[in-house]
């Protein structure tokens, strides 16, 4: 009788986890079977959901409910506080696996090369969201001594910070942050936050939704220049043919022309507004200064070479995540991604690397929004199972489960399965029951292994 297919997935956020329910759902799960582990380098599951929305987005965190769905299948075991390639390598997942998807995401912040870059104030979106979403690895404290903030960027990784840095603390009390982001956050001083792209309203790529909600807050009054606001032949045409675009310029166009109110914190969008250097004195940021832009009838901006000083004491780039160079696979470096034709990794001559696959933002780049790595996750399964077919996995030399148990045993790793995720579970929501929340994130890594029965 033949063996379960035997496939690692090298990740647990949303990518791993829609490409494990793709190989649940197909028919290769019926007869004969697959047997799916999960490796996540966190001691919880769930990814970018856990650990790079923001925490007053519960209708996006939701989506943690369907992932646990997929997660209670028998067929899956999850290998949480597992690194890749520290804990388990390339050939290690080989030994026990008849394939490997990688789907390992995208967490560092992309490099802006302009001037004053690297000054103390000077921060990546990143590293600001692994904070207030309660990261493990990253410290527990953040400096919030500026009053004047600049944030780089017009996605929705740009709003996300721009809201959490002008919202009271005590706004997002009810969430999950843990209680060191409480505490730094009540201790912000910025009361004036300033967004910065360099092209037009048209070209913003804000959702409509998460751009709406930075007008929800009773203490942020959300301000853009009627000036702004102005498109050209290319940009007109990108609103006709883009709903969510049209959308946006709407909502800019109506917030433009009313009268600015008296919410205590201010939050300027500007458009047309190239940065070009962050000024700093004493190795710190004393400013921003950004060259006027100007559309050129394409949807594109030009420089005019109208230079505008800002008083800001801190600058945020969110101008793009980047994923982390994966050990034994290619790798893309303008792109930060791993080459693939349609999920099967591509080495530098253009063959396929036996067995091995990839998902997700580690396969695309970070763009687009969690339910679109449901496509991806689909087209990559169906081609590593058109290889099954056409026999080009290669034969694992110890495919049994109990393999990697006793692989992970005897390297002394100490890890987190699917039935410690609900202990986790259970001890962050019975933190949060006192004070009337959902849960409140543990964060120290050692504490969740503890809390997980590792």
Same mark, same amino acid.
């Given at each position: 009788?033949?063996?379960?297919?035997?496939?690692?997935?090298?990740?647990?956020?949303?990518?791993?986890?829609?490409?494990?329910?793709?190989?649940?759902?197909?028919?290769?799960?019926?007869?004969?079977?697959?047997?799916?582990?999960?490796?996540?380098?966190?001691?919880?599951?769930?990814?970018?959901?856990?650990?790079?929305?923001?925490?007053?987005?519960?209708?996006?965190?939701?989506?943690?409910?369907?992932?646990?769905?997929?997660?209670?299948?028998?067929?899956?075991?999850?290998?949480?506080?597992?690194?890749?390639?520290?804990?388990?390598?390339?050939?290690?997942?080989?030994?026990?696996?008849?394939?490997?998807?990688?789907?390992?995401?995208?967490?560092?912040?992309?490099?802006?090369?302009?001037?004053?870059i690297d000054l103390d104030g000077?921060?990546?979106?990143?590293?600001?969201?692994?904070?207030?979403?309660?990261?493990?690895?990253v410290p527990r404290t953040w400096?919030?001594?500026?009053?004047?903030?600049?944030?780089?960027?017009?996605?929705?990784?740009?709003?996300?910070?721009?809201?959490?840095?002008?919202?009271?603390?005590?706004?997002?009390?009810?969430?999950?942050?843990?209680?060191?982001?409480?505490?730094?956050?009540?201790?912000?001083?910025?009361?004036?936050?300033?967004?910065?792209?360099?092209?037009?309203?048209?070209?913003?790529?804000?959702?409509?939704?998460? $751009?709406?909600? &930075?007008?929800?807050?009773?203490?942020?009054?959300?301000?853009?220049?009627?000036?702004?606001?102005?498109?050209?032949?290319?940009?007109?045409?990108?609103?006709?043919?883009?709903?969510?675009?049209?959308?946006?310029?709407?909502? &800019?166009?109506?917030?433009?022309?009313?009268?600015?109110?008296?919410?205590?914190?201010? $939050?300027?969008?500007?458009?047309?507004?190239?940065?070009?250097?962050? &000024?700093?004195?004493?190795?710190?940021?004393?400013?921003?200064?950004?060259?006027?832009?100007?559309?050129?009838?394409?949807?594109?901006?030009?420089?005019?070479?109208?230079?505008?000083?800002?008083?800001?004491?801190?600058?945020?780039?969110?101008?793009?995540?980047?994923?982390?160079?994966?050990?034994?696979?290619?790798?893309? $470096?303008?792109?930060?991604?791993?080459?693939?034709?349609?999920?099967?990794?591509?080495?530098?001559?253009?063959?396929?690397?036996?067995?091995?696959?990839?998902?997700?933002?580690?396969?695309?780049?970070?763009?687009?929004?969690?339910?679109?790595?449901?496509?991806?996750?689909?087209?990559?399964?169906?081609?590593?199972?058109?290889?099954?077919?056409?026999?080009?996995?290669?034969?694992?030399?110890?495919?049994?489960?109990?393999?990697?148990?006793?692989?992970?045993?005897?390297?002394?790793?100490?890890?987190?399965?699917?039935?410690?995720?609900?202990?986790?579970?259970?001890?962050?929501?019975?933190?949060?029951?006192?004070?009337?929340?959902?849960?409140?994130?543990?964060?120290?890594?050692?504490?969740? $292994?503890?809390?997980?029965?590792?």
């Open positions: 009788m033949p063996r379960p297919l035997r496939v690692a997935i090298v990740g647990a956020g949303p990518a791993g986890i829609y490409a494990a329910d793709a190989l649940l759902k197909s028919e290769v799960a019926a007869d004969p079977g697959v047997s799916i582990d999960l490796f996540e380098r966190m001691p919880a599951p769930f990814g970018l959901i856990r650990y790079g929305v923001a925490p007053d987005h519960p209708r996006i965190k939701g989506i943690v409910t369907a992932l646990h769905q997929v997660l209670d299948k028998p067929q899956i075991r999850l290998f949480g506080n597992v690194d890749y390639p520290t804990d388990i390598s390339l050939d290690d997942l080989r030994d026990f696996y008849d394939a490997v998807i990688f789907s390992t995401g995208a967490m560092a912040d992309r490099a802006l090369s302009i001037p004053g000077s921060y990546g979106a990143a590293d600001f969201v692994s904070w207030y979403d309660g990261h493990p690895d400096p919030l001594e500026a009053e004047k903030v600049a944030v780089l960027g017009v996605g929705n990784v740009a709003l996300d910070v721009a809201r959490v840095l002008a919202k009271t603390a005590d706004e997002l009390l009810p969430t999950e942050i843990p209680q060191n982001v409480y505490d730094g956050l009540k201790a912000n001083k910025a009361v004036e936050i300033h967004v910065f792209g360099r092209r037009g309203p048209a070209q913003a790529k804000f959702s409509p939704m998460e $751009l709406r909600e &930075l007008d929800h807050s009773p203490n942020i009054e959300v301000i853009v220049d009627p000036e702004d606001i102005d498109y050209d032949a290319g940009s007109i045409e990108t609103r006709r043919g883009n709903k969510q675009a049209d959308m946006v310029a709407k909502t &800019l166009e109506n917030w433009a022309i009313r009268d600015v109110g008296d919410r205590p914190h201010k $939050l300027f969008l500007h458009f047309f507004e190239s940065p070009a250097e962050i &000024l700093g004195e004493d190795g710190k940021v004393v400013g921003l200064r950004t060259e006027r832009t100007a559309l050129d009838g394409t949807g594109n901006v030009k420089g005019t070479g109208e230079f505008k000083d800002w008083d800001v004491t801190a600058v945020y780039r969110a101008v793009g995540y980047l994923s982390e160079k994966l050990p034994k696979l290619p790798w893309d $470096l303008g792109s930060g991604t791993v080459p693939d034709e349609g999920g099967r990794v591509i080495e530098e001559g253009g063959t396929h690397l036996q067995s091995t696959y990839v998902t997700g933002w580690i396969r695309r780049g970070p763009v687009g929004l969690i339910g679109h790595t449901k496509g991806d996750a689909n087209e990559t399964v169906s081609n590593l199972l058109a290889d099954r077919a056409e026999g080009r996995l290669h034969t694992p030399a110890s495919p049994a489960p109990e393999a990697v148990d006793a692989f992970l045993a005897g390297r002394n790793v100490r890890y987190t399965t699917w039935e410690g995720w609900h202990r986790l579970d259970a001890a962050e929501r019975a933190l949060g029951e006192p004070q009337g929340r959902e849960r409140v994130k543990i964060v120290e890594r050692e504490e969740m $292994l503890r809390k997980s029965g590792a």
